[in-house]
């Protein structure tokens, strides 16, 4: 049939190709642009030969050798490329041949193996043909649509979603669209989190100077601190800023702080606050809006209730370890928890400066009483390593509170560049050249300023601020950053102009 | 080929016909992923490690409970080292420490002691003066005596049953691990039914072997070969990559280090190998299912159990249902047949920290003691689990593997309650361009080597 009416026309086929335009023609290309079986394709390549050998038209052949061969280990399926002065050696090393055909043909010597994996590259990108033309077909192998895939993958997002309420935190990770969706599926504060996506971007660009802000401007820092601690809004307003330049200093910890003092074991939220990053915190304190995570949270904060009630050690545990969860948040900075952060931080101020403190206070209770604890036997088993550690967590926050809380007032008064603060933040690592000055700063001034810390420590515990004072405080630290870009972060801001560009 | 049929003449090398343009229908076998337990749900870094260890005492001391009454009598006391008396007969039941003065420590490098400078790499930290700490839930004791130190790692749980001596050591007369749990039986398909291994492949470095691995995809594709052999390559039902697809030489450790705007331009050296990955992977999953494991230089996290590949690095395999990206450990029933392995950090750390040289034999001692990765999160980079240690084995596996190794190894162990598994070190391929068929009727296994044999004379490399 077909095979007969090609006959003479594959033949010249391979004649043009080989002797004119000296390609390597393998069995596969053959097969794909003549588009017939593979083995065909192999029978046309070895008629061919025999062709050129009758004719004096001398080709190179490779071969394909298939057999068994003994080794000390036992024998070893071998699957052999020979060109064809080796064939015969090939052959006799093998215990049993099951095949030999021929592999390709050309013109030149070749050297070594390389053409015959080139000439097939672009052959092998055509996946729907080689698959037809194969000796093999599986029935299942069919590629997916795109709809298919979409579903797939909302499914996946869903599901992820579904686990635990922690890991929606996690979902900005996997891309700036996915955040996107992922609130529109939480059907709230859609348009706000549209914002937060540019607003990441833009921050990013700024972020130098409200390091540059924050860097030289620790002593009026310092005043307005004072002035604007005794307000609920500097206590937000410091979680909030602090959150921007450490990157990895939560408002949970602030949280926390107050849910020591406060002690108020209300558990409104999930217990995922531990576990969570920032942004499902944040989150947390906008629970007005977010209704789906609300609901999530109260199912959850409904279990943890149950377990809190019922386990006196299991809240210190939760406070202890959501000390302790906290500071190792410090050090841990994230992309996500910086991108979502100081979003939500601005838009919590600016539109609910009052649900966010005491969303905060009930974000850092929930921390505090979260305990994930372990089961009652390994606890039992491992009475010593617990105790030990948790003393020393909750010391350690404080000092780290406090270096945040500077950081973060420095920065908050910059109302209206608050982008900058995310860019900082964004460039994630900790190492980051610019986090890293930024954080070695602040240390400094905590060494050098003890009695400022203390008295922000007391500040941050007041109640709400109103949002007039951090304007005030802002264009202060306003007027000193330009003069602060100018001489120190001209580097760096030539650096964002080329990004920019 | 591989299913030993004699075969008649090849017919390739003669005038095309249209007899031979056959198609084979890929064989089928039932499957199930069995490795939701090395999903990590949260990824929680705050925890302390020592849960961990509590859990993996807890769930296997049951288990040793029982082995110590089968081996020294249901009357054996075992005790609590807290209840311990000196010179008293008994069983204690806890977790091994090796205590290694050449273990790196971070302690010591930071330390701030003149002259101490950062110990380097060793391919071995074993010493003579090493010794054998066992740790229950409150206290330890030295031991000494019959359990071998080389060959022990920290993270064992162990029964010993011996005496305290004055001196306060333990000296132990005998000791025992877990008994093997039990295993499923297996209804072995009627034909030849084959699964293939493959690990290092290593793609992205200067001596790729990208026509062998070509071979290899095409082998199983069923392009390559005479009719016999393309029969036989339909009856592979899986193909499991069992990590190190990307070359070491694609980890580019200078990123940490170095300045982000002067890499700014750079790309990783992982992205043109990971589309290189993917073309082989979609003609892989064009054709068969495929279940791809990172290893340690793949990018996907560093601490075990290491997470699925993302399907976003494989944008063209991933339209095929039957490409997966699976978890390092992999657990997997393919026909009944239950496959257990890793892409190899396990085993290669137990190298380092103990004498045991054979790759084999490591494999086996971790299916003795009961655990895929006793020296995590010791040595070995693990998630600080809380509630339950996912390595712990539950079940016997039929097919026990480990990737990476550098040559093919194996054996077949048997339990006590009738238990055999297949152990299997799979070659790096990068190495030896080869890889290993398992046949799920008979469960034993073979190489399968793909060569390109070029120098006039050459014979095929025997290996």
Known sequence: MAASELDGMYLENLDEFVHDEGKVVTYKSLSHTLNVHVNQAKQMLFSFVEKSRKEKKPVHVTYLVNGRQKTEDGTVCKVCVAKDDN?????????????VHVYSVQKADLKDSNPLYMSDYDINKNIQLSASLSAVKCPQAQPRDSDEINQLEEEKRL????????????????????????????????????????????????????????????????QETSET??????????????????????????????????????????????ESSKPFDQKNGKQDKVIKQEEVTKKETSKKTSKVSATAKGKEDARKSGAKSKKIKDMSSSDEDEDLAPKK????????????????????????????????????????????????????PQPDTKSSKKTTKSVNGAGGKRRKHKRVLKSKQ?????????????????????????????????PSKPGTQTKQPSPEKKKPSPVGKSTKQAGIMSFFKKKAA | MFSKDPNEEGTLLQEPTTEDMVQFERAQCSYENLSERFMLKQRNFGRQYAHIYAVRLWVMKARLVKAAK?????????????????????????????????????????SEEEGAMPQPPRAKYTEDADNLILEDEVQRVSLEGKLDVQTSVTGTIVAVYGAEDESGRFQVKDFCYADLPAQNSVQTPEEDRFVVLVSGLGIGSNQDNLLELQLLVDLVTGQLGDVGDQKSAANIVRVIVAGNSLSESTQDKDSLTKAKYLSRKTAAGSVEAMKVLDDFLVQLSSCVDVDVMPGDFDPANHVLPQQPLHRCMFP?????????????????????????????????????????????????????????APTAPDTLGSYPFHDSDPFILESCPHVYFVGNQA??????????????????????????????LVNLRTLQCEVLQVQAAWEEGEQPMQE
């Open chain 1, 87 to 99: 064939l015969e050696a090939v052959k006799s090393s093998l215990e049993t041949v099951s095949s």
């Open chain 1, 159 to 222: 599901q992820v979603l579904s686990s635990t309420p922690g890991s929606s935190s996690k979902q900005p990770v996997k891309g700036k669209v996915q955040p996107k969706k992922e609130s529109e599926q939480l059907k709230a504060a859609s348009s706000s989190s549209t914002a937060s996506a540019p607003q990441p971007k833009a921050g990013k660009a700024k972020g130098q100077t409200t390091m540059a802000q924050m860097l030289t401007k620790k002593a009026t820092k310092e």
């Open chain 1, 229 to 274: 601690a005794k307000t609920d809004n500097g206590g937000k307003e410091n979680k909030d800023s602090k959150n921007v330049p450490t990157g990895g200093k939560p408002k949970p910890k602030m949280g926390g702080m107050m849910a020591f003092i406060n002690k108020n074991p209300a558990v409104k939220s999930t217990d995922a606050s531990k």
């Open chain 1, 345 to 396: 931080k601005k838009r919590r101020r600016i539109q609910q400066p009052e649900s966010s403190s005491s969303s905060e206070e009930e974000m850092s209770e929930d921390e505090m009483v979260i305990p994930p604890t372990p089961p009652p036997e390994p606890r039992a088993l491992s009475p010593s390593p617990p105790p030990s550690p948790e003393p020393s967590p909750p010391p350690s």
């Open chain 1, 430 to 462: 900790f190492v980051n050249e610019d986090g890293f000055m930024v954080t070695e700063k602040v240390y400094e001034s905590e060494s050098t300023d003890a009695s400022d810390v203390e008295e922000e420590k007391v500040k941050p515990t007041g």
């Open chain 2, 70 to 110: 089968r081996k020294w009598g249901d009357d054996v006391c075992i005790r609590k080292l807290s209840e311990m008396e000196t010179g008293e007969t008994c069983v204690v039941i806890g977790t091994l420490f090796k205590h290694m003065e050449l273990k790196p420590s971070i302690l010591k490098d930071i």
């Open chain 2, 316 to 372: 063209r395999a991933m339209k095929y249902p039957t490409m997966h990206t699976v978890p390092n450990p992999y657990e997997a029933s393919v026909g009944d047949v239950r496959f257990l392995g890793t892409s190899g950090q396990n085993v290669d750390d137990i190298y380092k920290y103990s004498s045991l040289e054979n790759s084999l034999e490591i494999l086996e001692k971790t299916l003795t003691v009961g655990h895929v």
């Open chain 2, 407 to 436: 040559k093919f190894q194996s054996k077949t162990l048997e339990g006590d309650s009738g238990q055999r598994a297949l152990l299997v070190t799979v070659p790096k391929f990068s190495q030896t361009q080869s890889c290993v």
